[in-house]
């Protein structure tokens, strides 16, 4: 399939019956906002996409902005071949087949029909006899301390395990402190994960500048109410704040002291 992104007219891979794929045209359009933020990250600097699917994110990155080097992370055994071969001409692009955690190890995963919707299947889904796959789970920071890198901007979109992928990145938010480009979907945190959407935006909201938000209760009353549980943000650590424990970004406090 041919697609228009960022500009250029590319052909992309992926499965038939998928119906993500079958769509990668439009959605290749809702890459706008995404290139966008792009400028936050400065030039021959590193970005990660979090979450990366069969690469249309790290395609419209890569193309937008051809001096980034730019990380592309994908579980999906489907997913990640797809994505290979998508990003197969892009010298600047490097794919790391494996889930983004709170701490590495192996993490159960929902192949999804819809390949969108994969996600990590943890001890507090909602239907925890979904059928998975073993995929090998790692956190940021030991990728980083691993590789001596630094990234300036990390896009997230991983189906409600965005708290473990914040929570396994400490040290790197409190060295490089990069900005985040985060999917909040607040079914999938409920649902996928059994965090609390409304936990989650309080600890954001606490540690993050949210550009375009005053505060969690607004942004979650929209987020619910007019954006049917899906609202990419964009923030950034405040300063001399630390990231909020995984804890705080999934429970209310009644739950954490009991």
């Not at 001096?67 to 892009?90: C, H």
């Not at 796959?133 to 890198?149: G, Q, R």
């Given at each position: 399939?041919?697609?228009?992104?960022?500009?250029?007219?590319i052909e992309i891979t992926g499965d038939p019956?998928?119906?993500?794929?079958?769509?990668?045209?439009?959605?290749?359009?809702?890459?706008?906002?995404?290139?966008?933020?792009?400028?936050?990250?400065?030039?021959?600097?590193?970005?990660?996409?979090?979450?990366?699917?069969?690469?249309?994110?790290?395609?419209?990155?890569?193309?937008?902005?051809?001096?980034?080097?730019?990380?592309?992370?994908?579980?999906?055994?489907?997913?990640?071949?797809?994505?290979?071969?998508?990003?197969?001409?892009?010298?600047?692009?490097?794919?790391?087949?494996?889930?983004?955690?709170?701490?590495?190890?192996?993490?159960?995963?929902?192949?999804?029909?819809?390949?969108?919707?994969?996600?990590?299947?943890?001890?507090?889904?909602?239907?925890?006899?979904?059928?998975?796959?073993?995929?090998?789970?790692?956190?940021?920071?030991?990728?980083?301390?691993?590789?001596?890198?630094?990234?300036?901007?990390i896009k997230i979109d991983v189906e409600g395990?965005?708290?473990?992928?914040?929570?396994?990145?400490?040290?790197?938010?409190?060295?490089?402190?990069?900005?985040?480009?985060?999917?909040?979907?607040?079914?999938?945190?409920?649902?996928?994960?059994?965090?609390?959407?409304?936990?989650?935006?309080?600890?954001?909201?606490?540690?993050?500048?949210?550009?375009?938000?005053?505060d969690p209760l607004s942004f979650l009353h929209?987020?619910?109410?007019?954006?049917?549980?899906?609202?990419?943000?964009?923030?950034?650590?405040?300063?001399?704040?630390?990231?909020?424990?995984?804890?705080?970004?999934?429970?209310?406090?009644?739950?954490?002291?009991?």
């Amino acid at each position: 399939m041919r697609i228009d992104i960022a500009g250029r007219n590319i052909e992309i891979t992926g499965d038939p019956s998928d119906a993500y794929f079958a769509s990668a045209a439009e959605q290749a359009h809702t890459m706008a906002a995404l290139i966008d933020k792009l400028h936050l990250a400065p030039k021959n600097t590193a970005v990660f996409d979090v979450g990366a699917n069969i690469g249309l994110s790290t395609l419209a990155m890569a193309i937008a902005r051809p001096a980034l080097q730019i990380y592309s992370f994908e579980p999906s055994p489907a997913n990640v071949d797809f994505l290979r071969a998508n990003v197969a001409e892009f010298p600047n692009v490097k794919v790391i087949a494996a889930a983004v955690s709170n701490r590495p190890g192996t993490l159960k995963f929902h192949a999804s029909a819809f390949a969108a919707g994969s996600h990590v299947v943890g001890e507090n889904h909602i239907s925890p006899n979904t059928p998975t796959v073993d995929v090998p789970a790692i956190s940021l920071d030991d990728f980083v301390a691993e590789h001596h890198v630094s990234p300036s901007f990390i896009k997230i979109d991983v189906e409600g395990h965005e708290p473990e992928v914040l929570a396994g990145a400490r040290t790197l938010f409190s060295t490089a402190n990069p900005w985040i480009y985060l999917e909040f979907n607040s079914w999938t945190l409920n649902a996928f994960a059994g965090h609390s959407p409304a936990s989650f935006a309080n600890a954001l909201f606490t540690s993050f500048d949210v550009e375009g938000w005053s505060d969690p209760l607004s942004f979650l009353h929209n987020n619910l109410v007019e954006r049917r549980c899906i609202t990419d943000i964009v923030a950034r650590l405040k300063p001399g704040v630390s990231m909020p424990s995984l804890s705080s970004m999934s429970y209310p406090a009644s739950a954490r002291a009991g």
